[in-house]
């Protein structure tokens, strides 16, 4: 029976992916190993009140008093990611005769980076899981010569985490051959691992007779700077559908600043919600359209979770990404939406004029190919599998 340690940033009741997958693997190893997971006291997503969970688990919990910062602001989350990685320093020093192996999905660069040294010191192998590709994603929101300054500084903290860990999970295959090249690490080191919601919310929900006689414009996931949800909401406003609404589901820190520009639009088509998990098949099943906007560059960096909810409630899929992109590659394998410009509002409003007059047979054509693919390569069943097998790699 192994002893394995789980590092993760995120973890119940934060309604995030990291969330979900930290709890669903260490329900899995726990049956089998003694497992610990370690992360902070509740924060995300800025603007949502926690509910504190009572839940009795077969393994252990720790809740680390290290500093949090929901908003995206860039010092504030580097103080986070480093006070994160000093806490978790600090436990594996002081419990290091009771962990075989770690399982690290923290915050990049210096949670990860101060985790692996340790790790590295104790010899004590651990995989790392890679949600987002740091420093590049970081780096493009710099000016030029902040950026050139920050790679030369940042890109050998991410290097020494990726060389000195066992395994390396990433949640595309494109995204693994991007870091084994320009880290110049085994491909061999890496497994594909998507990420999954909470597949039963999907599987046990009923949809009710539609009642609406609006078609339904949804964007629903957090609010946040990557996000670039204003550019859904000028272009909703730009292709002006008399019955059509835009309903934008979630919290962060971008909302207040998204819910004072419809203000000033005057429109009265653009509503506001919070959500919780377990509703997120009901509100989606109001949608005719999800939309998944993101700022230049992002998608080249990342895959947005929210993407897997999207197509598990079968609805067609609208994409402001990049051309090659992972999300691009999903969408137009799975062949249920549109891919258009990010960032482009024109682009944007002249699809949503097209879809919003597409048959319906058609929408519902695109929504059980995006269901289908969904359930094939996205559930928990399919990429928990991976992710235990990783684990147990490092054990063996």
């Known amino acids: 029976m192994a002893k394995i340690l789980i590092v993760s940033t995120i973890f119940r009741p934060e309604p995030l992916v990291q969330s979900v997958i930290a709890l669903d693997l260490a329900n899995d190893l726990a049956k089998k190993h003694v497992v610990v997971v370690i992360c902070p006291v509740p924060s995300r997503p800025a603007g949502l009140e926690l509910i504190k969970c009572e ?40 419990h290091k005769n009771e962990i075989d192996c770690i399982y690290v999905n923290a915050w990049p660069l210096f949670a990860q980076y101060q985790i692996a040294k340790e790790a590295r010191r104790l010899n004590i192998p651990y995989a790392v899981h890679v949600q987002d590709i740091y420093p590049e994603s970081l780096l493009e ?35 693994n051959d991007y870091l084994s090249i320009s880290r110049k690490v085994d491909i061999k080191k890496f497994q594909e691992v998507r990420n999954w919601q909470e597949d039963k919310f999907f599987i046990d929900f009923i949809p009710q007779k539609a009642t609406k006689h609006e078609f339904v414009f949804m964007y629903l996931g957090s609010v946040s700077r990557s996000a670039g949800v204003e550019t859904l909401i000028y272009a909703f406003y730009k292709a002006n559908l008399s019955k059509a609404k835009l309903i934008i589901a979630g919290n962060g820190s971008d909302k207040a600043k998204c819910e004072e520009i419809v203000s000033k639009l005057g429109n009265k088509q653009i509503e506001f919600c919070d959500v919780l998990p377990e509703d ?16 230049v560059g992002i998608a080249l960096t990342a895959t947005p979770s929210k993407l897997t909810a999207y197509m598990l409630s079968g609805r067609p899929v609208i994409a402001g990404v990049e051309k090659g992109s992972d999300v691009d590659a999903i969408i137009s394998e799975g062949n249920f939406g549109y891919i258009v410009e990010p960032e482009n509002v024109d682009a944007l409003a002249a699809c949503m004029k097209n ?12 929504g059980k190919n995006a269901n289908s693919y969904g359930i094939m390569n996205f559930t928990k069943d399919v990429n ?12 063996n």
């Open 55 to 94: 839940d009795s688990y077969l393994f252990k919990v720790v809740r680390l008093t290290s500093f949090t910062y929901p908003k995206s602001k860039l010092f504030g989350r580097l103080r986070e990611s480093f006070s994160f990685g000093k806490h978790c320093v600090n436990y594996i020093r002081k």
């Open 141 to 175: 929101k710099l000016p030029s010569l902040f950026s050139k300054l920050a790679s030369y500084l940042l890109l050998p903290i991410d290097t020494f985490v990726l060389r000195n860990a066992t395994k390396i999970v990433g949640i595309s295959n494109g995204m």
């Open 280 to 295: 997120v098949p009901k509100i989606q099943s109001y949608s005719d359209v999800l939309l998944l906007p993101l700022k």
């Open 355 to 366: 879809v919003y007059n597409l048959p319906k047979a058609k929408l519902e054509e695109f």
């Open 384 to 395: 928990l599998r991976k992710l235990t097998k990783v684990i147990e790699e490092l054990i």
